[in-house]
């Protein structure tokens, strides 16, 4: 474990860049399960020789990795998060990444967790003992020390396999155009989700209901908040729009015993708050845009997904990694620019 940013840059200083430039392999692990607010708890960095792990809850200065990944190819699995991760902490995204679970795709791999690609490629079963642990608690255990290294063990001996098999298979632009759209992705800045609390499900409700929803909602992101755990582990989604559909019908929503007494006094304040919310104040329903109708769509839409799914079984993949349903049906509306919403290899093989 490297605690102090001296160990850091020692470390990485000391680390020989290959002839193709500086090829390494990174994971990292939050607490976003444990907290309110997630934090980077670990780092997981290999280079094929020495694995280890950075502790940035430790380490005020991580510049030093910045350096040496701003011209490094770098390997990750299942890359999103951990790019979302290195973009927020570090402020940067390595310039190439490449992702094992999208090369396995690729290759018609149906399983393509990182434990099934370990298995798949490298003969060897990992330990799940650790996947929910809470990152932030120090010292690690042996146990999690082991699994969050494993995470990165094997990732540079599954790459040169995975590289290998897509260049044999005449797959390899597919790959590097589709890590490239995906590192593209990461990089754009997110806008703020408007209206968080209209949760999936809440589409059907009336003014009403969704008056109601939103002040729940707020109540439990305050007392997650106070917690400092995630919304999840005051009540679901699901619980949220049952206690809706109670007051709606003018029933009592029913709180968990476990619930202290201070808990239960502001989710009836939040209640008391909506009662007073007055009908022309309350929030509607989100109409969304009609399409208008195209006796042709849904005849161009069947012949362009039959085709997608004739071509993905020839090449033994998934459809969806040709092309999304989303898609195919902007494509088939004649939206303008639809079909620059697949890559040029997807294009390629749709013929469009």
């Known amino acids: 474990m490297i605690?102090?940013?001296?160990?850091?840059r020692q470390f990485l200083d000391s680390r020989t860049q290959q002839s193709t430039g500086v090829v390494c392999a990174?994971?990292?692990?939050?607490?976003?399960?444990?907290?309110?607010?997630?934090?980077?708890?670990?780092?997981?960095?290999?280079?094929?020789?020495?694995?280890?792990?950075?502790?940035?809850?430790?380490?005020?200065?991580?510049?030093?990795?910045?350096?040496?990944?701003?011209?490094?190819?770098?390997?990750?699995?299942g890359a999103d998060y951990?790019?979302?991760?290195?973009?927020?902490?570090?402020?940067?995204?390595?310039?190439?990444?490449?992702?094992?679970?999208?090369g396995a795709r690729l290759l018609g791999v149906r399983k393509?967790?990182?434990?099934?690609?370990?298995?798949?490629?490298m003969g060897v079963q990992l330990e799940k003992t650790s996947q929910k642990a809470d990152w932030a608690k120090r010292p690690l255990t042996p146990i999690m020390e082991e699994y969050a290294l494993n995470d990165v063990v094997y990732l540079l001996p599954m790459a040169e396999i995975i590289v290998d098999q897509l260049k044999e298979a005449g797959r390899y632009d597919w790959f590097t155009q589709s890590c490239e759209a995906a590192r593209e992705k990461a990089l754009e800045r997110a806008p703020e989700k408007v209206d968080r609390w209209r949760i999936k499900g809440s589409g059907k409700l009336d003014p009403e209901g969704l008056n109601y929803l939103r002040s729940l909602w707020g109540w439990r992101d305050a007392e997650a908040a106070s917690w400092d755990r995630p919304s999840f582990m005051v009540t679901g989604n699901k619980q949220l729009l049952d206690w809706v559909a109670d007051l709606q019908e003018g029933s009592k929503p029913r709180m968990p015993k476990h619930y202290r007494a201070n808990r239960v006094?502001?989710?009836?304040?939040?209640?008391?708050?909506a009662h007073a919310v007055v009908e022309e104040d309350m929030p509607h329903r989100i109409k969304g845009k009609r399409?208008?109708?195209?006796?042709?769509?849904?005849?161009?839409?069947?012949?362009?997904?039959?085709?997608r799914d004739k071509v993905a079984a020839e090449l033994d993949i998934e459809s969806s990694l040709i092309a999304a349903r989303a898609s195919l049906e902007a494509i088939a509306g004649e939206h303008d620019g639809a079909a620059e919403l697949l890559l040029p290899w997807q294009r390629a093989l749709l013929e469009l």
């Open 3 to 8: 605690k102090t940013k001296t160990e850091l």
């Open 26 to 77: 990174v994971d990292t692990e939050a607490d976003s399960l444990h907290r309110y607010s997630e934090s980077l708890c670990l780092i997981q960095f290999s280079d094929g020789q020495d694995h280890v792990l950075i502790d940035p809850l430790a380490i005020d200065d991580l510049s030093a990795l910045k350096a040496y990944l701003e011209p490094a190819t770098c390997w990750m699995h």
């Open 82 to 102: 951990d790019m979302h991760m290195l973009k927020q902490n570090l402020g940067m995204i390595p310039p190439t990444v490449f992702d094992t679970q999208i």
């Open 112 to 121: 393509f967790g990182y434990g099934n690609l370990v298995e798949h490629y």
């Open 265 to 273: 006094k502001n989710f009836d304040q939040a209640v008391a708050e």
């Open 291 to 307: 399409r208008q109708r195209d006796p042709n769509f849904e005849s161009r839409l069947d012949k362009l997904m039959a085709h």
